[in-house]
């Protein structure tokens, strides 16, 4: 029986050590707080997220980092894009040079301007590193709802390994080896889906939103294009799949994120109200520190960070896209193909 541990005890940590858990599989889950973890195997409940969802009985809480690493030789990452560096930092004291790990959180770190892979690569040079991404909310994972990600890894046979151990009769993952298109995919959608959010407040109406979520698709595909990924991974449910749910669900934390901007709350107050991280908030200010150094034109990205950091109105929104000088949809650098049929 293979031996999982997942760290970070927020919901989607929550729901996919319970996923596991009820696969049979032997799953630890590591949280922060040592009250959280006696809550968990006190009461079968995570007392902060997914409250009213009775865990599966074989799951077992610890706060310990080292017997969390000691419990596993499958080790999955849940803790957010902002700390994941130091959480990596700590762990590599427990873990394995050669560690399997999975990351599951979507971002971008804002000092560095670095995706997860890459800090990896600098904390963990000799691990085997995956990343699982695409449209998948952790209410309904828990409750057990279809749900189709893609996990990705530049080590041969890594992808497919946590490809069985995350499938199941109703979670199903796809293997891929293009990385950077899952990270940008995940990570950039989160800001896309604030934009939706403020433009539901503001009533702007479904054709507005069709757009947002277009030329936010064009972004992520400008950005992915920078970094090696693959078109058809931005096409897939890393990008097209995760930015459709994140983009017209209330379930999405960015969107009600959004929504709550829209409706006239800060920044600060917004993030109060919604109680849990929304990365989007985080990734955007990474994303305008350092797209500029690649050269790449993120115009929707800008207007959210102006909303959110400088106090903009919302309408810079649509400003940012119908102000600007008129383009061709698809820009050259985008076709992949040396002739167009």
Request: glycine share 10%; aromatic share 8%.
């Amino acid at each position: 029986m293979k031996k999982i541990t997942v760290y970070g005890a927020g919901s989607w940590g929550t729901a996919l050590a319970d996923l596991l858990a009820r696969k049979g599989l032997e799953t630890t889950l590591w949280c922060r707080r040592d009250e959280q973890a006696r809550a968990i195997n006190a009461t079968g409940r995570n007392p902060d997220y997914l409250k009213n969802c009775d865990l599966c009985p074989s799951l077992a809480a610890v706060s310990s980092l080292e017997e969390a690493a000691e419990a596993s030789d499958h080790h999955v990452s849940a803790v957010p894009t902002q700390s994941v560096r130091s959480f990596f930092d700590t762990a590599a004291r427990f873990w394995p040079k050669n560690v399997r790990v999975c990351n599951v959180a979507k971002g971008i770190e804002i000092e560095s301007g670095l995706r997860i892979s890459q800090i990896a690569s600098e904390i963990l040079p000799h691990s085997r590193f995956s990343v699982l991404s695409g449209p998948s909310h952790a209410e309904e994972v828990f409750a057990g709802k279809p749900t189709a990600v893609v996990v990705a890894s530049a080590v041969p046979g890594e992808a497919e390994i946590w490809q069985e151990i995350f499938s199941g009769a109703r979670f199903r993952a796809y293997s891929s080896d293009d990385v950077p298109g899952v990270e940008i995919g995940g990570a950039v959608k989160n800001v896309i889906a604030i934009a939706a959010g403020i433009a539901s407040a503001k009533e702007m109406g479904y054709n507005t939103l069709a757009a947002l979520a277009s030329r936010g698709l064009a972004e992520i595909m400008r950005l992915g294009a920078k970094s090696g990924a693959h078109p058809l991974t931005l096409a897939g449910l890393a990008g097209v799949g995760d930015l459709m749910v994140t983009c017209f669900s209330r379930l999405s934390r960015n969107y009600r994120l959004g929504m709550a901007i829209g409706e006239g709350k800060t920044l600060q107050q917004a993030m109060a109200f919604l109680g849990q991280v929304a990365e989007g908030a985080y990734t955007v200010e990474a994303l305008v520190r350092h797209s500029r150094e690649a050269g790449v034109e993120l115009p929707l990205t800008e207007a959210v960070y102006a909303i959110l950091y400088n106090g903009k109105e919302p309408e810079c929104m649509i400003e940012s896209l119908f102000g600007r000088e008129l383009k061709p949809e698809l820009p050259p650098e985008m076709y992949w193909g040396k002739e167009r049929l």
